[in-house]
């Protein structure tokens, strides 16, 4: 799995939970909900996220790492 797309996934999980946590436990959750929304917002811009930074730092690959990992095996393979 991608950065892209493990950063989709992780945003998701991330506003269910918070709001989940905002209507049964305290609605101050919203806040964070709120981050989150924001912090998609500015990355739409700049194309800095800090969750993505992170991810790579991990070992997590880009899309565009994997497309190129995928077309040196094909020309390995020929």
């Known amino acids: 799995m991608s950065v ?3 950063l989709f996934a992780f ?9 989940l946590l ?13 981050f989150i ?5 500015q990355s739409s811009f700049t194309g800095f ?3 993505s ?3 790579q730092k991990f070992g997590k690959k880009t899309e565009a790492q994997l497309a190129i ?3 040196q095996a094909d020309s390995q393979q020929a």
């Open 22 to 34: 905002a209507l049964f436990h305290h609605p101050y959750w919203t806040w964070v909900t709120l």
């Open 37 to 41: 929304g924001f912090n998609c917002l």
């Open 4 to 6: 892209e797309r493990t």
């Open 11 to 19: 945003g998701g999980i991330m506003v269910m939970i918070t709001s």
């Open 69 to 71: 990992e995928g077309l």
């Open 49 to 51: 996220c800090p969750p």
């Open 53 to 55: 930074w992170l991810m």
